[in-house]
């Protein structure tokens, strides 16, 4: 299943988040990503129908199977993308907020090139 960008961002959050925090709740992604209470909670809602997360009664978060998957992969490109951008001159801060974005739309082609670039340069692999 192919994910849109929002969703790819909410379960990267969701697994940095329970990686810091050991837990997850709605509250913790919004106050992450600076979204409104409402808006993750629709978000979460989608993104249990699809099957990406289990939501308790108490209200914590849990990614399953195919979202931990999703979440590492998204987690994985925005590293790989940052490190590369950050190696090539870009300041941190532009890097990280580009990497964000072209996690998303690169081709898997494209990425495996740059990833291919990054761990040569890194003397990595």
């Known amino acids: 299943m192919t994910l849109r960008a929002s969703a790819e961002d909410y379960l990267e959050t969701i697994l940095v988040v329970g990686r810091a925090r050991g837990s ?3 509250i913790d992604i919004a106050a992450e990503l600076g ?11 989608k993104l249990r129908q699809s099957g990406n997360i289990i939501v308790d009664e108490d209200g914590f978060i849990t990614l399953t199977d195919q979202g931990q998957i999703a979440a590492e992969a998204v987690l994985e490109r925005h590293a790989t993308l940052n490190a590369w951008l950050c190696g090539i001159g870009v300041p941190g801060d ?12 690169l081709s898997a ?3 495996a090139a740059i990833k291919r670039i990054a761990e ?3 003397g990595v692999g």
């Open 24 to 26: 997850v709740r709605s």
């Open 94 to 105: 532009v890097a990280a907020a580009d990497a964000c974005r072209l996690e998303h739309i």
């Open 120 to 122: 040569e340069s890194a």
């Open 35 to 45: 979204f409104s209470k409402p808006s993750v909670s629709v978000a979460m809602k």
């Open 109 to 111: 082609e494209t990425y």
